[in-house]
């Protein structure tokens, strides 16, 4: 924890401007997911979103840029909202609590601008990303894309489709607030879907990929089967081996666009 402590002492968020900062971007990119140039997001994206209104923040270690995160204004059912497309620490720097410190700086910017809503996606199959989502923050999911993105390049997709989950984080809400102030946002659950820790491995490997693949399809099924009955995933917990447990039930605050 200390060590946690003084690393987050030691990084500064700040919002990004000139074109040197958004090629730093890219090549984060290239450090975090080792895309093929077709994947990358270029720096004219970066400059779009700065420019028209979006979000775009670097995390700096001094003056060395070591993460980043980048949002795209959208609009639906007649409300606008932030839609936080990337958000990526280099591998050294992660299990210190910056992406979160990331999370935090668009929300605050968010909410000086009068944005009640920030929307992402995320791998349901990613353990530690779900808990920060979900538990950490007080995101709530409800809405799931299968192959979101289509084939990825990147080898930590383990071949698999890009199946995503769809994070509402209702900034002014009660179960946000709560989350961030420390408390505990788990309500009982109606039903839990479960993803299993060997789930890194066996997407690492060409023996497990036929493991990881079933245990995707048979998720994706559950949780849009839940989602049809008017359920949510409100909760998100992990076991002593280090899997991981969506909850789900009714979300008790009823807010939507």
Known sequence: MNQEKNAEKQIEIRPLHDLASFDR????????????EGDLIPRRVFLVAERIG???????DDDMMIGFTVGLP?????????????????????????GRRLKLAQREEALARGFDLIEWTFD????????????????????????????????????????RLYAEWWLRSKRVEGALA???VLQEADEIVTVPAEIYAWKA??????QARETQTRNRDALKKAFSEGL?????????DGGGHF????WNEDLQY
């Open 25 to 36: 971007c890219v090549e984060l990119q290239l450090a975090i997911w080792n895309y093929s």
């Open 54 to 60: 979006g979000q775009v923040l670097g995390a700096f």
């Open 74 to 98: 959208g609009y639906r059912n007649g409300h606008a909202y932030l839609h936080s497309h990337m958000l990526g620490v280099l591998p050294e720097y992660r299990n210190y609590g910056i």
């Open 124 to 163: 349901p199959l990613e353990i530690k990303n779900a808990y920060l989502n979900i538990t950490r923050l007080g995101a709530i999911s409800r809405r799931y894309k299968d192959d979101f993105y289509g084939p990825s390049s990147s080898p930590l997709q383990g071949g698999l489709p890009t199946d």
């Open 182 to 184: 420390g408390q505990s």
């Open 205 to 210: 490997s060409e023996a497990g990929r036929d």
């Open 232 to 240: 949510s995933v409100v909760g998100y917990d992990r076991d002593p």
């Open 247 to 250: 909850r789900i039930a009714r």
